[in-house]
């Protein structure tokens, strides 16, 4: 073989390799324009500005959330108490209001305040107790279930001053407010993890811990920002749904875990740690909330559609566990 004809296989191998390497890192991308095309032909409401709003709408605090637990994916853990730490900041927040009497902004710091503590309570199990994070987090989960039962006696907390059904319900330039601090979010989410060296030590540390110690990453305390980022943000989208339903209730995150773990993994994010990025997350919450939505516009029961969301999670989960070993 000549010089000349292998220097050109040369760069057509890598030519392939790079292009390969795109497809699989913005394949969500590509599924997400393919079934949005798809919905557009064959649905008739679809593509109405209001149909598309809701679409934005339902997935602003989904995506919040789902943030959240991309820090925790991101360093090969995972935190299965944010359905109840929701639950908990939910009728705490409406409770210190609605019963207590503080005022709004004093009572959201509380809330904060009460999810740091949460989130150091997870991370100091896992990273430092050296507790599995899904008995650690299993375990907070019943916890903070339990908390959240007896605080607000298993009934819904009302009595919320009606400008907080703005924060969850309102529109901004015919935009639903929820969008703004969905793409407000995203934004610091992805310049952190894109443009900070704390930001990607979350890569180092989930891809490679020992070798992160060795070069001198604290990898204890990724490991710890990791839970308090999650319930942070976890806290964040509770606030926003308790203010859209103008009620706290321990019952209101219960239902998220499952769909925060499947777009997180659907947007490319590795169950093995140090694999993933802000904009597929993104792009999968988005995806999951047009899927949700052609269906209930199709008229499908409900029950078929958790059927869907779970082949889905499962697809992408062998997936991942494929290409890993690859």
Request: glycine letters at 12%.
């Amino acid at each position: 073989m000549s010089t000349a004809t292998a220097t050109y296989a040369d760069k057509s191998r890598r030519y392939t390799g790079g292009l390969r390497s795109f497809m699989n890192e913005w394949m969500i991308l590509f599924l997400f324009a393919a079934l949005f095309v798809l919905c557009a032909v064959f649905i008739d409401r679809f593509l109405e500005l209001g149909n598309l709003m809701n679409i934005a709408r339902q997935v602003s605090f989904l995506t919040i959330v789902a943030l959240g637990q991309f820090f925790v994916i991101l360093i090969a853990h995972m935190d299965l108490s944010i359905g109840s730490s929701i639950g908990l900041t939910s009728v705490l927040l409406a409770g210190l209001v609605a019963k207590s009497g503080l005022p709004v902004g004093l009572a959201i710091l509380v809330v904060f305040a009460a999810a740091v503590l949460i989130g150091l309570i997870n991370g100091a199990l896992v990273v430092y107790g050296r507790v599995p994070a899904f008995i650690a987090t299993l375990v907070m989960m019943n916890v903070l279930m339990g908390v959240a039962y007896i605080y607000s006696r298993g009934l819904p907390i009302s009595g919320l001053p009606g400008w907080m059904n703005y924060l969850g319900m309102g529109y901004l330039f015919n935009v639903p407010v929820p969008v703004y601090l969905m793409v407000i979010v995203a934004a610091l989410c992805y310049i952190f993890t894109t443009h900070t060296q704390l930001g990607r030590s979350f890569y180092a540390v989930g891809g490679n811990p020992d070798a992160s110690r060795l070069s001198g990453i604290n990898v204890k305390f990724i490991g710890m920002l990791a839970f308090v980022l999650c319930s942070l943000l976890a806290t964040l989208g509770s606030i926003g749904l308790t203010a859209r339903t103008m009620s706290g209730a321990a019952s209101l995150g219960e239902s998220m875990l499952f769909d925060v773990i499947t777009v997180v993994v659907l947007g490319g994010t590795s169950l093995f740690g140090g694999k993933g990025n802000v904009i597929g997350v993104v792009i999968a919450a988005l995806l999951t909330g047009v899927i949700t939505n052609a269906m209930v516009l199709m008229g499908i029961d409900t029950y078929f559609q958790w059927i869907v969301k779970g082949a889905i999670l499962i697809t992408v989960v062998l997936i991942d566990v494929n290409s890993k070993k690859s």
